[in-house]
């Protein structure tokens, strides 16, 4: 596609419940990173994939979140036993190189764990 | 560990004046920054960027200022528009690609 696609845009969850999330990058970007908006707060970094390095998973918040790139393409976030803080829009994005110039976001998964 | 700082969480300004949202930073490392701006139920889009050898940038009516020394860069919109009504975003890259970002600014363009 021409953008990056996230899905679902939209899930609600039960506590204790896991869930995944899922990113479609743009076709051609090695790079792929993962961040998240709570209530209020500014963007902050989860993980990043760059093609058959291995991910930089230094802003992942606990063991509970997991994320996978399957082929250079598509990756999955998973949050295991989801708790409320967790409640948050997570974003995807995807970049042609490592610069960090010029990312390009998709429009988010809006989790809320209740 | 806040590297990049945007104190403003709002501001409100009339149509056809000047926005000025204002970014601090911590890492003198960092040697290249950019804008995003943010609607609702969207992901942020790049805006306009700068590099630590310029100290403006200029793309219609988008300009970044950069300070070096008071590690403070800033974004002036003139004139404001209602469409500009998001959140602005100041980044800035590390090591690997990864942008840090601030908290944002929530600009409000009043007609």
């Given at each position: 596609?021409?953008?990056?696609?996230?899905?679902?845009?939209?899930?609600?969850?039960?506590?204790?419940?896991?869930?995944?999330?899922?990113?479609?990058?743009?076709?051609?970007?090695?790079?792929?990173?993962?961040?998240?908006?709570?209530?209020?707060?500014?963007?902050?970094f989860?993980?990043?994939f760059q093609?058959?390095?291995?991910p930089?998973?230094?802003?992942?918040?606990s063991d509970?979140?997991s994320?996978?790139r399957?082929?250079?393409s598509?990756?999955?976030?998973?949050?295991?036993?989801?708790q409320?803080?967790?409640?948050?829009?997570?974003?995807?994005a995807?970049?042609i190189?490592?610069?960090?110039?010029?990312y390009t976001?998709?429009?988010?998964?809006?989790?809320t764990v209740? | 560990?806040?590297?990049?700082?945007?104190?403003?969480?709002?501001l409100?300004?009339?149509?056809g004046?000047?926005?000025?949202l204002?970014?601090?930073?911590t890492?003198?490392?960092?040697?290249?920054?950019?804008?995003y701006?943010?609607y609702?139920?969207?992901?942020?889009?790049?805006?306009?960027?700068?590099?630590?050898?310029?100290?403006?940038?200029?793309?219609g009516?988008?300009?970044?200022?950069l300070?070096k020394?008071?590690?403070?860069?800033?974004?002036?919109?003139?004139?404001?528009?209602?469409?500009?009504?998001?959140?602005?975003?100041?980044?800035?890259?590390?090591?690997?690609?990864?942008?840090?970002?601030?908290?944002?600014?929530?600009?409000?363009v009043?007609?």
């Amino acid at each position: 596609g021409a953008g990056v696609s996230q899905s679902p845009s939209n899930k609600v969850t039960e506590k204790g419940k896991d869930v995944e999330l899922r990113c479609d990058p743009i076709s051609g970007h090695t790079a792929l990173y993962w961040y998240r908006q709570s209530l209020g707060q500014g963007l902050e970094f989860l993980i990043y994939f760059q093609g058959n390095s291995a991910p930089d998973k230094s802003g992942l918040p606990s063991d509970r979140f997991s994320a996978e790139r399957t082929g250079g393409s598509v990756s999955t976030l998973t949050i295991q036993r989801t708790q409320q803080e967790d409640s948050a829009v997570y974003l995807c994005a995807s970049s042609i190189g490592a610069s960090g110039d010029g990312y390009t976001f998709g429009s988010g998964t809006r989790l809320t764990v209740v | 560990d806040q590297q990049v700082k945007q104190n403003s969480p709002s501001l409100s300004v009339q149509e056809g004046r000047i926005s000025i949202l204002n970014c601090d930073y911590t890492n003198s490392m960092f040697d290249y920054f950019l804008w995003y701006k943010k609607y609702p139920a969207e992901g942020p889009t790049f805006l306009i960027s700068i590099s630590s050898i310029k100290d403006k940038n200029e793309d219609g009516r988008f300009t970044v200022f950069l300070n070096k020394s008071a590690k403070h860069l800033s974004l002036h919109i003139v004139p404001s528009q209602p469409g500009d009504s998001a959140v602005y975003f100041c980044a800035a890259p590390r090591w690997g690609g990864k942008l840090i970002f601030g908290q944002g600014t929530e600009l409000s363009v009043k007609p």
